[in-house]
C-alpha cells in the first residue's frame, strides 16, 4: 500500500520536473532568439523586428512541438504580451525593455533603494 502511494507521487513529481525543464530549455530559447535578433539589430533597434522575433518562435514551436500554453506563460513571465506587441509594431528593443523589467511598476531605483534599505537593516542586527 504505501510502495503504491510512493510509485504515484514518484510518478506525479517526475512529471512536474519534466515538465518544468521543458518550460525552462523553452524559455532559454526564447532570450537567445530575443538577443540574437538585438544583436543584428544594434543598439538604435527602432524596426519592427518583433514581428520577426514573434515569426521565429512561431516556426520553432512548431518544429519543437511546443504547445501554445507553454509558450504564453513563459513569455507571461518575462513580461511580454505577444498579442499588444505585435497589434503595436514593437521594435526588438521594446521587447528587451519588457523583458528587463523597465516598463514594470517598480523601477530599477525603487529596487536598489530598497535593497538598499534591507542591507543596511541587515547590518545593524
Excluded: N
Excluded at 521594435?91 to 531605483?109: F, H, K, N
Aim: charged fraction near 30%.
Amino acid at each position: 500500500m504505501i510502495a503504491k502511494q510512493v510509485a504515484r507521487k514518484l510518478t506525479t513529481t517526475t512529471s512536474t520536473l519534466s515538465a518544468s525543464q521543458h518550460e525552462s530549455q523553452y524559455c532559454i530559447a526564447v532570450l537567445q532568439q530575443l538577443l540574437r535578433l538585438r544583436h543584428e539589430s544594434g543598439p538604435s533597434a527602432a524596426d519592427r523586428g518583433g514581428e520577426r522575433f514573434f515569426k521565429e518562435l512561431h516556426e520553432r514551436r512548431k518544429r519543437e512541438s511546443i504547445d501554445e500554453q507553454t509558450h504564453t506563460r513563459v513569455l507571461r513571465r518575462m513580461g511580454i504580451d505577444e498579442r499588444a506587441c505585435a497589434a503595436r509594431g514593437a521594435s526588438v528593443e521594446e521587447l528587451c525593455q519588457l523583458v528587463c523589467g523597465v516598463d514594470r511598476d517598480v523601477s530599477l531605483g525603487a529596487r536598489r533603494r530598497t535593497l538598499q534599505l534591507s542591507l543596511s537593516d541587515q547590518a545593524k542586527q
